[in-house]
């Protein structure tokens, strides 16, 4: 055994003997919690050993081997007990795969994680839509199959893709730099938190295995206190995954609260940043409603307990659920908008029009995020909640008309450049618009009594989400690329990829909103031959769709190994993460940089200026700010 004796560590890549890779190592773990969870239940508890009982408590003490063994222990955990760390962070491409405490590499881990998760679930929406090319069982074999296929698609794209892709990548990304900090407040936190990820995603996508799950991702009891035990995977995953989301939320708090440059007050703050501390407190706060909606009915399947069924009632997880899922849709919008919101001042060239306002319209979304949950349950609630959870609803899409405002107002009189990114902005805005008015018949009880469960709702709801959050996504992506990469994306293939996509996805989901108000229900796998040929439609522009996102991969693959070197600051934009190099150092500013201005000071008098005072590298740095 090598006597780890020496305090002082090595300049360079220290040698690890016999240390396994961190993901094998962090594999092996969890199989030896796994073994030993179900073991034990299996013993103890006279059950099988993969009884459902097994599974849950071999699930958790496997996670914890894997959070462990990828590197919470070397690193961390070793600490606490007086042990001194025994680890290094890799460097290169090996960075990625192990705890890494650089916000800009946890960044990265998220993104790219969410985005290869969008495609598998991509993948799986294909399939949903080969199954409903013609009425009748055309692919999949059995009716469980199918609605197995809906639901993980939209559990995957709602708690890893839609949840993660902006909070998690550009917001651990960014944040940081955005503010002039170095890095986020608990980097070993943050590390972390991104390994939950894979941990959920594997439960998730283990589901079908143990018979699927098919109760949607909303996993409503008392279905799911019937169907097989790939509703246990469900509940697990996605309980894992938003274990993630509040850690990460804990942590983006207290770096935007304590870690702000000098000279960066409230007012200056740039819209994103205010996006990432509204979705992180709408994350810390509603998320466990899900978590223990989720426990409490895994406790009624394999302990026992009667919480939603018997002399529970099932109504109380519709409760719970929508507590959270409801502020969960904000999640998702929120850093929506405060993406595009940095990208359409600095591609139009004109400051962010009300910029209190913007800022209002976030936090007035925040406040009442929560309130009006029980439009979601129509249909299952007393009609005394009709007239209340209507009214709260209508009165959110005043702070949603400030930021349209705010959009607008920045458009209007701009002399625009469309870059790619300005494309997938302003699609998505156009994307949106349909996605919130449409919202109105559903919120209006009436109409809702009518439309409640049909493809409208799932129209609805991909134009907010796909329209409005994977567009945004896309925006952030080809705006950021050049700094997180160093290298410049192919400007006319991005074009391409935003035509082929905006067109394909409203030839694709338009037709939902007539096939849903002429009686397609959603979740179910056949439908009456008269909606044939519209779905025929729907089909044929959804795999259009699909294969429209082969051109951002191959573009952002090949141009991130040899895309053209990108410049520093390539779209001039003012915002602090643009006075860095691309990509930034790992410790983002050689001194703490001081802001002077806010960073919308586009195409006015002061043009030229820059906001922010950052120190040369090598430069002495600025001491004793208060
Ligand atoms: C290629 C693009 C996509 C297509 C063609 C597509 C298609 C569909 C269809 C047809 C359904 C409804 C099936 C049914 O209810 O019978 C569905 C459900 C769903 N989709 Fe998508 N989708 C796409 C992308 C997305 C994205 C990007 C998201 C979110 C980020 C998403 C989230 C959802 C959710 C949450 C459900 C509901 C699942 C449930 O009922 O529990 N989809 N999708
Ligand atoms: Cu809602």
């Known amino acids: 055994m090598s006597a780890q004796t020496a305090t002082v560590r090595p300049e360079g890549p220290v040698p690890r003997a016999r240390s396994l890779p961190p993901v094998v190592k962090g594999l092996v773990w969890a199989a030896v919690g796994f073994g030993i969870g179900a073991g034990l239940t299996a013993a103890i508890g006279g059950k099988a050993f993969l009884s459902e009982e097994a599974i849950v408590i071999g699930y958790a003490l496997g996670l914890i081997g894997w959070l462990l063994g990828i590197g919470a222990w070397d690193a961390w955990v070793r600490t606490w007990f007086g042990l001194p760390e025994n680890y290094d962070e890799g460097t290169g491409t090996a960075r990625y795969w192990r705890f890494n405490t650089d916000h800009k590499v946890v960044g990265i881990q998220y993104l790219v994680t969410s985005l290869v998760v969008f495609l598998l679930a991509g993948l799986l929406a294909m399939l949903?839509?080969?199954?409903?090319?013609?009425?009748?069982?055309?692919?999949?074999?059995?009716?469980?199959?199918?609605?197995?296929?809906?639901?993980?698609?939209?559990?995957?794209?709602i708690f890893a893709v839609a949840a993660l892709a902006i909070v998690g990548g550009f917001g651990n990304y960014f944040v940081p730099l955005l503010i002039g900090a170095e890095d986020m407040a608990y980097p070993k936190l943050n590390a972390i938190s991104y390994w939950f990820v894979p941990a959920g995603v594997l439960a998730l996508l283990a589901a079908p295995l143990l018979g699927g799950f098919d109760a949607g991702w909303t996993g409503y009891p008392p279905l799911t206190l019937m169907n097989p035990s790939g509703q246990v995977l469900y509940y697990l995953g996605v309980f894992t995954l938003g274990v993630s989301s509040i850690l990460g939320a804990i942590n983006i708090i207290a770096t935007v609260v304590f870690l702000r440059a000098p000279g960066l007050t409230w007012g200056r703050l740039p819209v994103f940043v205010w996006s990432m501390l509204a979705v992180s407190l709408l994350n810390l706060l509603f998320v466990p409603f899900a978590g223990i909606a989720g426990i409490m009915a895994l406790l009624d399947r394999t302990a026992g307990t009667a919480f939603f069924t018997g002399q529970g009632n099932p109504v109380l997880y519709q409760d719970w659920f929508w507590i959270f899922g409801h502020p969960e849709v904000y999640i998702l919008i929120l850093p929506a908008f405060g993406l595009i919101l940095e990208v359409l001042p600095v591609f139009g060239r004109r400051p962010l029009y009300g910029y209190r306002w913007a800022v209002a319209g976030i936090v007035g979304i925040t406040v009442l995020s929560a309130a009006v949950w029980r439009h979601h349950m129509f249909t299952t609630v007393p009609m005394s909640s009709w007239v209340p959870f209507l009214t709260?609803?209508?009165?959110?899409?005043?702070?949603?008309?400030?930021?349209?405002?705010?959009?607008l107002g920045t458009l209007w009189g701009a002399r625009i450049r469309f870059k790619t990114p300005m494309l997938f902005a302003m699609g998505m805005l156009f994307n949106f618009f349909i996605g919130g008015i449409t919202g109105i018949p559903l919120a209006d009880v009436p109409t809702d009594l009518h439309l409640q469960d049909t493809f409208f709702v799932v129209a609805h709801f991909h134009y907010t989400i796909m329209g409005g959050m994977v567009f945004a996504l896309m925006a952030g992506l080809y705006y950021w690329f050049p700094k997180m990469t160093g290298r410049m994306y192919n400007e006319a293939w991005g074009k391409v990829n935003f035509w082929w996509t905006f067109l394909a996805y409203n030839a694709t989901f338009l037709p939902m909103f007539w096939l849903g108000i002429n009686g397609m229900n959603r979740r179910i796998v056949d439908y009456l031959p008269y909606l044939g040929d519209l779905n025929r439609w729907v089909s044929v522009a959804a795999f259009v769709l699909g294969a429209s996102f082969i051109v951002p991969a191959v573009n952002f693959a090949v141009s991130w190994v040899r895309g053209p070197a990108a410049a520093a600051n390539p779209w001039q934009g003012k915002t602090l993460e643009w006075q860095v190099?691309?990509?930034?150092?790992?410790e983002n500013f050689p001194a703490v940089p001081e802001v002077v201005a806010d960073f919308y000071g586009y195409g006015q008098a002061h043009a030229g200026m820059t906001p922010a005072r950052v120190p040369a590298a090598g430069g002495v740095a600025a001491g004793g700010h208060d």
């Open 128 to 157: 949903i839509r080969l199954e409903l090319f013609a009425p009748g069982l055309n692919f999949f074999a059995t009716k469980t199959a199918y609605n197995t296929t809906v639901s993980l698609h939209g559990t995957l794209m």
């Open 392 to 407: 709260t609803t209508e009165a959110i899409s005043v702070p949603t008309g400030l930021l349209f405002l705010a959009a």
């Open 581 to 586: 190099p691309s990509p930034p150092p790992k």
